[in-house]
């Protein structure tokens, strides 16, 4: 069985009498995943994953995801049925998700994340995994590909969950998001330590590291990375999983702590005589080992004298909006930081608030008149009056328009523009009936708002022999960070 085929021949065949196989996602020659609808009035999108059935295995397979099903967690992939069934005369297991809007591979395949998108990226998976973890699991996955966008939300799959503690099954394919030990012994939950490394460093670069595995020294780590995620990747990136650092010193590198950042660094850095697992905020060794490097590597890492960063989680979108995320993804949301100025003179901003509420006040009534003429039909005179009554012929007219309702910290993740297409059916009453994608763009995430926001659109009917008939229009969409432009076009009558 290949991809292609059940990409190809498999779409609206029915899983186990419930889940009809929908648009199709992605697979491997033993799987296949599509989109399917869950069960009900809803029709509430999900996905579901087949894979082939090979006997104990099967039966592993299934008691993974069930067990997954009992764990619950905001960061997260709900897993929501799991069984067997029998398509196109093999059998299989399956299991049923939640749906992702975004996958953030997908945003890296178009642009690197920034700083800011990492860290909004990384805070709630290294939630999940501190969870995990201590539920006595490992994820055992981490990667672009298994970091998605649910509703607004960053999320893990959690479709492929292991005990920790539990013997390997096989040998693995080799690559760079396992740990070295990956290959022999239990699992432990050091592993998605090093999957984290990678990731970093995948997100800010577009790549992962580069690493000869026969190697005892790490992967290479950009000196380019910004600070606290160089520290971070080094730190997580030990060939030795009893020197990789804990998942809690990530999560306080990423909280801001300013020796943290030189705890971590100092311990990247200073080899294997400096345990990355002792790591802790304000730990004085560390902090005496780290100064000179510290002093030395200034200009990488932000000064002393930084800001103090926001300890605000931000629901993150990995929308491919080059996420969006998250994208997003649209990618993460773009937290900004507040840098303290000086107050300005009170004399001073009596004239500089006149000044600028003029100025507003000229540009909103500007904006205003421009805005009513676009939605204002022209009234007919004179020949073309006439001409237009003798047919009986008069084209539509937009009567109202509705602007998707994205969210800000989704916007802020746009670089450039996302352009897409809509294409809606209107009636003889000016009412829209349908709604497609004509173009849908990069990101599956603006484009659902896009089309939420089409199907609410009013237009003024178009008119022939005297009667209003039905339409077609075009709806191109143009989303920046800076707002959302539509330009409408009636393509028929």
């Known amino acids: 069985m290949s991809s292609e085929v059940v990409g190809n021949d498999w779409a609206g065949r029915v899983v186990d009498e419930t889940f009809v196989l929908r648009e199709w996602l992605g697979g491997t020659e033993r799987s296949g995943v599509f989109a399917t609808e869950l069960p009900g009035g809803a029709a509430e999108k999900a996905t579901i994953k087949l894979i082939v059935a090979d006997g104990a295995e099967a039966e592993e397979r299934i008691a993974g995801w069930q067990g997954a099903a009992r764990v619950a967690h905001p960061h997260l992939v709900r897993v929501l049925g799991t069984g067997r069934c029998e398509v196109g005369g093999t059998s299989f297991v399956y299991v049923v998700t939640e749906y992702a809007d975004e996958v953030l591979a997908n945003v890296l395949r178009e642009r690197a994340l920034t700083a800011d998108e990492t860290r909004e990226m990384l805070e709630p998976a ?9 539920k006595g699991f490992v994820h055992g996955h981490v990667k672009p590909s298994n970091l998605l966008a649910v509703n607004d939300q960053l999320k893990l799959s959690a ?8 013997m390997r099954k096989g040998v693995a394919a ?8 990956s290959g022999s012994g239990p699992i432990a939950p050091a592993e998605d330590v090093w999957s984290v490394g990678v990731t970093v460093v995948e997100a800010l670069t577009q790549r992962p590291p580069e690493w000869d595995g026969a190697s005892s020294a790490g992967p290479v780590v950009p000196d380019s990375m910004a600070q606290p995620f160089a520290a971070i990747a ?10 990789r650092c804990k998942l809690s010193v990530v999560k306080a590198l990423l909280a801001g702590g300013i020796e943290a950042e030189i705890n971590a660094e100092a311990s990247a850095k200073a080899g294997p005589d400096v345990v990355a697992q002792d790591l802790v905020v304000n730990e004085p060794v560390a902090q005496t080992a780290a100064r000179s490097i510290w002093d030395a590597d200034s200009a990488a890492i932000a000064g002393a004298n930084k800001p103090e960063r926001s300890s605000t989680i931000q629901q993150a979108v ?16 773009t937290l900004r930081r507040e840098v303290n100025a000086e107050p300005p003179r009170r004399l001073r901003v009596v ?10 006040a000229i540009i909103v009534a500007l904006v205003l008149h421009s805005y009513k003429s676009e939605l204002t039909v022209p009234e007919q005179g004179g020949a073309a009056a006439a001409g237009a009554s003798e047919s009986g012929r008069a084209n539509g007219a937009v009567l109202e328009r509705v602007l998707p309702a994205v969210p800000e910290k989704a916007s802020a993740t746009i670089r450039g523009a996302v ?3 809509v294409r809606v059916k209107v009636n ?20 659902r708002f896009a089309l939420e926001a089409s199907r609410k659109w009013k237009f003024k009917p178009a008119r022939r022999g005297g009667q209003s008939v039905a339409s077609v229009w075009t709806l191109h969409y143009q989303f920046r960070a800076d707002g959302i432009k539509v330009t409408p076009e009636e393509e028929a009558p």
């Open 419 to 421: 352009l897409l297409t």
């Open 318 to 333: 990995v929308a491919n909006a080059a996420l969006p995320s998250r994208g997003p993804i649209a990618a993460p949301a």
């Open 428 to 447: 003889g009453a000016g009412e829209v009936t349908d709604a497609t994608l004509a173009s849908p763009g990069p990101s599956k995430y603006f484009a």
């Open 174 to 181: 080799r690559e760079i998001y396992r740990a070295p030990e």
């Open 234 to 243: 080094r730190a997580c990136l030990r060939v030795d999983a009893a020197e």
């Open 126 to 134: 290294v939630d999940a995994l501190l969870f995990l973890h201590a």
């Open 159 to 166: 479709d492929g969950l292991v005990a920790a503690g539990s």
């Open 351 to 360: 004239p500089i608030v006149l000044a600028a509420s003029v100025v507003m």
